[in-house]
């Protein structure tokens, strides 16, 4: 069965459908990772997005019990340039086209993505939709230049309630904006005794689970959408020892003052090299971002960088020049990708150690 790809600059694509047979519109972008699909199509920061993966086999080693970073997956679609048909690999369970037919989700093969990626890095993200053959174009390309994407995405994929992950270690209050799997992992790994609270919790809410460490995690679409968080972060930093990731990272920037902008096509993939500035350290690191900080808006905060982007000069981390608190754009919690930038999660914890002993401040 045929299917299309359809941009709202008008470029249309015809490929071969797999997945569900549905129809989905999203922003559309591109991630650069060899290997790690499971993983990325089951991120929960893709929500309202169409990903298009450079790699042109996907599909290939299945779809398996253990690499899920979110139980119900939110991404709109999946683009590629050919799909496995037979996975093979001892873990694998499902095929790519199993996994969408269960889960709702639209996915296209044979289309030439290289194409696809260029005109995304020359117009910049756009918005496109997966539709049916039979579908008129004109009137597809007239709806998405028309019609706005939703804006709440982190309402939809957050919990909806706060519950335990138990450890006998720190207590941790990881707040939810569409939290991946990895970064629960890795806590839990810790032996944290981690609660998970929704999106839209607040300040005083968070303090009366008396946490020895705030976490605030990855998250879909415009952190601007999201004023709840903000005013939440003002109110427990300097009180507990925080530490962000991605959305969370740019959720404490505009917490502190600092202003956050588009990147006109975003980071997405495996093997993105961060410095750190204090040491001059590269990390080759995993990212899935569309917005960014921007960095003339730092200097009149108490908020100082510490790690820059190599390929395009951007912020990738700050820390807080009072409070126990700091943040990275990219993803220590790997999963996908390298784990470089574990040792962060390390950090976090010796950061609540010394402020069981010397207090926050
Ligand atoms: N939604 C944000 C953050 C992504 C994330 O937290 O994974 C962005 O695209 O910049």
Request: hydrophobic share 35%; charged share 20%.
């Amino acid at each position: 069965m045929k299917r299309q790809l359809i941009l709202e600059d008008g470029t249309v694509f015809i490929g071969e459908a797999f997945g569900a047979d549905t129809e989905r519109m999203g922003e559309v972008v591109f991630n650069t990772g060899m290997t790690g699909y499971q993983e990325i199509i089951s991120d929960p920061s893709y929500c309202n997005q169409i990903v298009t993966l450079t790699y042109p086999l996907i599909g290939n080693y299945g779809i398996n019990r253990d690499d899920f970073e979110t139980i119900i997956p939110a991404i709109s679609g999946f683009v590629v340039k050919e799909v496995a048909d037979l996975p093979s690999n001892w873990r694998s369970e499902l095929s790519l086209d199993e996994y969408f037919k269960q889960n709702n989700i639209p996915g296209i093969s044979g289309i030439d993505t290289r194409k696809l990626t260029r005109i995304i890095r020359q117009h910049g993200t756009l918005k496109g939709a997966l539709v049916s053959i039979d579908s008129n174009p004109d009137e597809v390309i007239k709806e998405l230049r028309t019609k706005q994407l939703p804006t709440d995405q982190v309402k939809q994929v957050s919990t909806k309630s706060a519950y335990p992950s138990p450890g006998r270690g720190s207590r941790v209050v990881l707040v939810d904006f569409g939290m991946k799997h990895g970064i629960l992992r890795e806590l839990n790994k810790r032996d944290c005794d981690v609660v998970v609270v929704p999106y839209n919790v607040t300040a005083e809410e968070v303090l009366k689970l008396r946490p020895d460490g705030i976490m605030l995690s990855n998250g879909p679409g415009d952190p601007k959408d999201v004023p709840e968080a903000i005013e939440m972060i003002q109110g427990v930093q300097g009180k507990v020892p925080l530490f962000g990731i991605c959305l969370g990272h740019q959720l404490f920037a505009l917490a502190n003052g600092a202003n956050t902008e588009p990147l006109k096509f975003g980071h997405r993939g495996s093997n993105h090299p961060v410095k750190e500035l204090a040491t001059g350290k590269i990390a080759i690191t995993s990212q899935n971002h569309g917005y960014t900080v921007e960095e003339d808006s730092i200097a009149a905060t108490a908020l100082e960088v510490t790690h820059v982007a190599l390929n395009d000069g951007t912020v990738e981390g700050l820390k807080h020049n009072q409070y126990p608190a700091f943040t990275v754009q990219y993803h220590p919690e790997a999963s996908p990708g390298p784990e470089d930038a574990n040792g962060l999660f390390d950090q976090f914890m010796n950061m609540i150690d010394a402020a069981k002993v010397e207090g926050v401040k």
